[in-house]
């Protein structure tokens, strides 16, 4: 099994930026896919970017493309986002999340299994 712990959230400005970090223990992470989802009060998780287990291959959800880069840090064992020119819609818990290694890299939930407990981003106006 594996655990993960999502650090970095926060309160930003609009056009801020943040950088949040999922960390992972035990060597195991490197065998797995890592995504970041998002949910908003009210509203449903939603994906928001997933990287392989090598860092070559990522995919980013329209919204955030651009915006946001996802990658891997294996010298820390962590899966960093970097979030630039954030807005108010992008306010909500994120999480990460570890799946097993497939191809294309799964942008849903079933195709995840491990969960952090998520960390809150919230953006004003």
């Known amino acids: 099994q594996v655990q993960l712990i999502e650090s970095g959230g926060g309160l930003v400005q609009a056009g801020g930026s943040l950088r949040l970090s999922c960390a992972a223990s035990?060597?195991?992470?490197?065998?797995?896919?890592i995504a970041w989802f998002r949910q908003a009060p009210g509203k449903e998780r939603e994906f928001v970017a997933a990287?392989?287990?090598?860092?070559?291959?990522?995919y980013y959800a329209d919204s955030v493309k651009g915006r946001f880069t996802i990658s891997r840090d294996n010298t820390k064992n962590t899966v960093p986002l970097q979030m630039n020119s954030l807005k108010p819609e992008d306010t909500a818990v994120y999480f990460c999340?570890?799946?097993?290694?497939?191809?294309?890299?799964?942008?849903?939930?079933?195709?995840?299994?491990?969960w952090g407990q998520g960390t809150q981003v919230t953006v004003s106006s």
């Open positions: 035990g060597r195991t992470f490197s065998n797995y896919n």
């Open positions: 999340a570890s799946g097993p290694l497939r191809v294309p890299l799964a942008s849903t939930i079933s195709g995840y299994n491990y």
């Open positions: 990287i392989s287990w090598s860092g070559r291959s990522t």
